[in-house]
Every structure is written in structure tokens, then in C-alpha cells.
């Protein structure tokens, strides 16, 4: 009988607290805008951050309040981006597809001014009188890109440069960020033509430590009809508003440093 009373105290003592939550996890409970379950869901998940929001969702509560636009997700498809907009009851402005683009080619084709032997990334490198490379502009080559990638569309090659996998990227920007040296940019997708070459030094200059960097000849510059691409601080740049991928500039390029993509 001792023991038998405290356990019925006890049984009692559980039953009440159980009842007295379950009454307050109903009163007290947060109400989630349905709205915002059926966007989160519809979103890839990739929590990437590009976006500006915290995560998924914190995206997904951002458009809700108005604070960021559904474009502003670089992975979600447009099929998706389109039932978000239905949702909120709203018209999707559609975006042109951009992909990052390396604007180096240098690589193992440039040498080494000294032998680095610190932490194997490009940002610490960077800070070692600029990199071990000769050219003060180029690539580094520690492959700090591919490694921020969440999508896995950066590679190092063999060449010491980068490869983005036109397929994978999503236009995220975080190796765009993470360059020490700014050598990414995010170039329209359907746009082939792309200046290999980041080097404002002079002409003499680019061409003694890198056979392949922008002289600022202005041969490009004379060759496009379309007024799209012009020499400032001895580089070469597209705008690709006017660009029509016609590859003139490529063709009068003395350097190569202008290609076109695979």
C-alpha cells in the first residue's frame, strides 16, 4: 500500500501536466502562414545563403514579406520560380541565366616568383606580397573556388586553373566573393565570348610574365561594329548588353587572351 499511493500521486501528477500542455501547446502555439510551408517546400533546399537570406527558409519568409525578390534565389528552376510567383499572386520578372566565368589564363603558364609554402589557399597566398605568381593579377591556382562551391561546378585543372561546369553552375556568386583576386564574374549564359585576362599592368608589362595576358591593343576594340567592347587601364572588357557573340575581337586578338567558350 506505501508504495502503491505514490505511484497514483505520481500517475496523477503526469496526467495533469500532460493535459496542461497539450492545452498550451494549442493555445500558445506559432501559427505558420501556410503560404510560406508551400513556398519553402517548393524551394531546392541548397541553404546556400546567395540569396541574402538565411537559408531556405529565411528566403522563403523574406518574399513573403516582400523584403527580397523570388529572382533573387540563383538555384531554384524557373518552372518553380513561377508557382512562387502564382502563390504570392504575383508576375515573375524572368532573368537572363548567367554562369561564372574565369577571366584568367594563365596558370602554370605563368611563373612563380618564389616558392610559397604557406596554407595551400588562395586568399592566404594572396596575402604573401600578392601570390606567388609573377603576374599580380592572375590566378593563384590553390582552387579556394571549388572549394566554396555548393554545387560542385568548379574544378581545378591540370593547367592550375579553375573549370565551372556550365551545367552545374547556379550562378551563386560565392566564388565570385572568394577570389582574392577577382577573377570571376557572372557572364550570360548565352553569351560565348569572354575576355581571358585580368591584368590592368601595361602592355610590355603583361606580356613579359604571361603569354597569354591583354596587351591593350585596342585591335578588339577597332574590330566590333557593335561598339561592345573597349580598352580601359590596359584591359579589354565586353559589355554584354551590345555583344552579339559575333567573335571578331576574338579573331584580331594578338595575345588569344579573348576566347570563346567550349
Do not use: W
Request: charge should be positive.
Amino acid at each position: 500500500m506505501e508504495i502503491i499511493i505514490p505511484i497514483i500521486i505520481l500517475g496523477a501528477l503526469g496526467l495533469i501536466f500532460g493535459i496542461g500542455l497539450s492545452i498550451a501547446s494549442k493555445r500558445l502555439a506559432v501559427q505558420i502562414d501556410p503560404k510560406l510551408e508551400r513556398i519553402h517546400g517548393l524551394l531546392p533546399g541548397a541553404n546556400c545563403g546567395a540569396c541574402g537570406g538565411a537559408g531556405c527558409f529565411g528566403f522563403a519568409e523574406s518574399i513573403l514579406k516582400g523584403e527580397l525578390d523570388i529572382n533573387a534565389c540563383r538555384v531554384a528552376e524557373d518552372k518553380t520560380k513561377e508557382e512562387i510567383a502564382q502563390i504570392l499572386g504575383k508576375r515573375l520578372d524572368k532573368k537572363i541565366k548567367k554562369i561564372a566565368t574565369l577571366h584568367c589564363a594563365g596558370g602554370n603558364k605563368v611563373k612563380d616568383k618564389f616558392v610559397y609554402q604557406g596554407i595551400p589557399e588562395c586568399t592566404a597566398a594572396n596575402l604573401v606580397l600578392g601570390g606567388q605568381k609573377e603576374c599580380g593579377f592572375g590566378c593563384l591556382g590553390f582552387g579556394t573556388c571549388e572549394r566554396v562551391c555548393p554545387f560542385g561546378a568548379i574544378k581545378m585543372s591540370g593547367q592550375g586553373l579553375p573549370i565551372v561546369d556550365s551545367e552545374k553552375c547556379k550562378a551563386c556568386n560565392k566564388c565570385v566573393v572568394a577570389c582574392p583576386k577577382k577573377l570571376f564574374s557572372l557572364v550570360p549564359v548565352n553569351s560565348t565570348v569572354y575576355v581571358a585576362c585580368k591584368s590592368y599592368d601595361l602592355g610590355k608589362d603583361t606580356k613579359a610574365v604571361c603569354p597569354i595576358g591583354c596587351i591593350g591593343c585596342k585591335l578588339c576594340e577597332k574590330a566590333c561594329v557593335f561598339d561592345a567592347i573597349h580598352v580601359n587601364n590596359n584591359l579589354a572588357a565586353i559589355d554584354y548588353a551590345k555583344c552579339t557573340s559575333c567573335a571578331k575581337c576574338v579573331a584580331v586578338c594578338p595575345m588569344k587572351s579573348i576566347k570563346t567558350k567550349k
